[in-house]
Antibody
């Protein structure tokens, strides 16, 4: 059974840092691109960052570029998101998700972890 | 960046009715479009990929159509569990963008 479990969310002050983790099981992790998607309270879905299976290819939208870093450890089947210089507008539920090339879509998602940025 | 515009923002319908949701792209995405369903407090669920192919386990009452810039998600007969928010996502570029969502609520 495919499982994705996020951790590391919490309350942080503006300018602070957090590191999110997404622990996975039930599939060959290194064979899949993965990503972080966030959802601000009452809002829609926003890409935070995807990463290729090898880890060599990443992408960041302007909203997080230079502040967030996505990485993965294929030996530990774990995806990470290092978030620095956090802003109030980064407050959201952060989901990790698996990208299926076969389905050309995000076929498995974690339950999400809440990041709250507030003074 | 390709922008996806979903309409309407909210659809108020009764169980048993037909729901028609629209997703329009700012430029052609061919058939690289997916639909997701999200219920309150839950992660999104992949419903449709490649514009018209149902993901595993998705009931046949869900259907997707369209290509290029205009896409439609149809729920033929609404069941109680179908009241949720629906998002489209294009995968023409990496990593793709999401539409703003359509909420299907009980009338």
């Amino acid at each position: 059974e495919v499982q994705l479990l996020e951790s590391g969310g919490g309350l942080v002050r503006p300018g602070g840092s957090l590191r999110l983790s997404c622990t996975t099981s039930g599939f060959m992790f290194s064979n899949y691109a993965m990503g972080w998607i966030r959802q601000a309270p009452g809002k829609g879905l926003e890409w935070v960052s995807p990463i290729s299976g090898s880890g060599r290819s990443t992408y960041y939208p302007d909203s997080v570029k230079g502040r967030f870093t996505i990485s993965r450890d294929n030996s530990k089947n774990t995806l990470y998101l290092q978030m620095n210089s956090l802003r109030v507008e980064d407050t959201a539920v952060y989901f990790c998700a698996r990208y299926s090339r076969t389905l050309d879509g995000l076929d498995y998602w974690g339950q999400g972890t809440l990041v709250s940025v507030s003074s | 960046e390709i922008v996806l515009t979903q309409s309407p923002g909210t659809l108020s319908l009764s169980p048993g009715e037909r729901a028609t949701l629209s997703c329009r792209a700012s430029e052609s995405v061919s058939n690289y479009l997916a639909w997701y369903q999200q219920k309150p407090g839950r992660a999104p669920r992949l419903l449709i990929y490649d514009a018209s192919t149902r993901a595993t386990g998705v009931p046949a009452r869900f259907s997707g159509s369209g290509s290029g810039t205009v896409f439609t998600l149809t729920i033929s007969t609404l069941e109680a569990e179908d009241f949720a928010v629906y998002y489209c996502q294009q995968r023409s570029d990496w990593p793709g963008t999401f539409g703003g969502g359509t909420k299907v609520e009980i009338k």
